[in-house]
């Protein structure tokens, strides 16, 4: 004892210092992956919420979900062939 640890106690040191940094980083990595899935769920509920938004909003203004233009085929004058008739 006066000359400091033995190799045996530095030994069983060592190895105690390993399994407690083994089980750190097991429960680090178990930590990342829950924090993971938490974002995830996240990010599908915005985007649930965001295309609700968009549909909703293309059928207030009356879109049947097309890009919101008139034809220029149209049947009415309207069109742009409707100017050569």
Do not use: H, N
């Not at 045996?8 to 930590?31: F, I, T, V």
């Not at 993971?36 to 293309?58: F, G, H, M, N, P």
């Not at 890009?67 to 049947?75: D, E, P, T, V």
Request: glycine share 10%; net charge positive.
């Amino acid at each position: 004892m006066c000359f400091g640890p033995s190799s045996a106690e530095k030994a069983a040191a060592a190895e105690s210092q390993k399994q407690q940094q083994e089980a750190a980083a097991a429960s680090q990595r178990a930590a990342d992956e829950a924090q993971r899935e938490e974002a995830e769920v996240r990010a599908e509920a915005k985007q649930e919420d965001i295309s609700s938004a968009l549909d909703a909003r293309t059928k207030r203004r009356g879109m049947g979900g097309g890009a919101g233009r008139r034809s220029l085929f149209s049947s009415s004058a309207a069109g742009f062939l409707g100017r050569f008739q």
